[in-house]
């Protein structure tokens, strides 16, 4: 197929935080992205809830020409990712690829603190995934990694309050939070797209000298490297610098909210499943 974009999903408009990175590091490409909000937030769903929904989104992606699809949630990276790798991909088509969020920030994390104590801060669902603690302990066994769930953030900002006197409180409670589990934490990740958006209020409230780490760039410079090293799969991307948007929610709504995530207005269609 001459048609075969880059998908990038996620369970509502954060991923477009990936996709604005993704497009500066590799502006050639072709990208398809999808917005499950329908259904969001992922965070409070269950295991096989966020499973479904991920792989229903999947079979899509492939059904338009797809040979690569990105999970940009982090949320659907922890609860469904690894099930979709090891048990549909070889039933569906061997040859396509889906990766996820959590390796690749894993891969790097431990480069980025001076101390080894990071702190981990993402939804209800990544949280108990212990998806990271998994991840980063492959690559850097001697990190201290503290987690916290944040469940009011990704509200916050789709109800645009992230810049408001009434974000102040939660993310003022859930930074003292994390850095009251350990007080040697340098680093703090921010493992949900949705929370780059909070970066001013975030940084209000941590102390200078703590280093606050969004994915972005680190998913944008991971997938550089991945289609350099299977130059096959990078082959079958189509470079027309091309990008659709889909959203399973309201079109108005999406777009409204997508040019605060992406930096760049964006003209959705509706998608049905």
């Not at 396509?96 to 981990?120: A, C, D, F, M, Y």
């Not at 603690?133 to 987690?147: G, H, M, N, R, T």
């Not at 934490?185 to 280093?211: M, S, V």
Request: charged content about 20%; hydrophobic content about 40%; some cysteine.
């Amino acid at each position: 197929m001459s048609n075969q974009p880059i998908g990038v999903f996620d369970s509502g408009y954060g991923g477009l935080t990936i996709l604005k990175e993704l497009v500066a590091e590799l502006p050639k490409y072709d990208y398809l992205y999808l917005g499950d909000n329908a259904r969001a937030p992922y965070g409070d769903k269950t295991f096989e809830e966020v499973y479904t929904y991920t792989l229903q989104s999947i079979e899509w992606f492939f059904k338009q020409g797809c040979s690569l699809v990105i999970l940009a949630c982090n949320t659907a990276s922890a609860k469904a990712l690894r099930t979709i790798q090891q048990n549909n991909l070889p039933l569906i088509d061997p040859n396509k690829r889906v990766l996820g969020v959590i390796r690749p920030t894993s891969e790097v994390i431990g480069q980025l603190t001076q101390s080894n104590h990071i702190g981990v801060l993402g939804t209800q669902g990544t949280v108990q995934s212990e998806s990271y603690l998994i991840e980063i302990a492959k690559f850097f066994p001697d990190l201290i990694v503290s987690q916290e769930a944040c469940p009011e953030w990704v509200s916050l900002v789709e109800k645009n309050l992230y810049a408001s006197t009434d974000a102040d409180y939660f993310v003022k409670y859930h930074i003292d939070a994390i850095l009251s589990k350990d007080v040697k934490i340098d680093t703090l990740l921010l493992a949900c797209t949705h929370y780059p958006i909070l970066i001013n209020k975030i940084k209000q409230f941590t102390p200078t000298g703590i280093r606050i780490i969004s994915q972005g760039e680190i998913v944008a410079k991971s997938l550089n490297s991945y289609l350099n090293n299977h130059k096959e799969l990078e082959a079958n991307c189509s470079k027309m610098g091309k990008k659709h948007f889909f959203t399973t929610g309201d079109v108005v709504d999406f777009n409204a909210h997508a040019s605060l995530f992406f930096g760049a207005q964006v003209t959705a269609e509706k998608l049905i499943f």
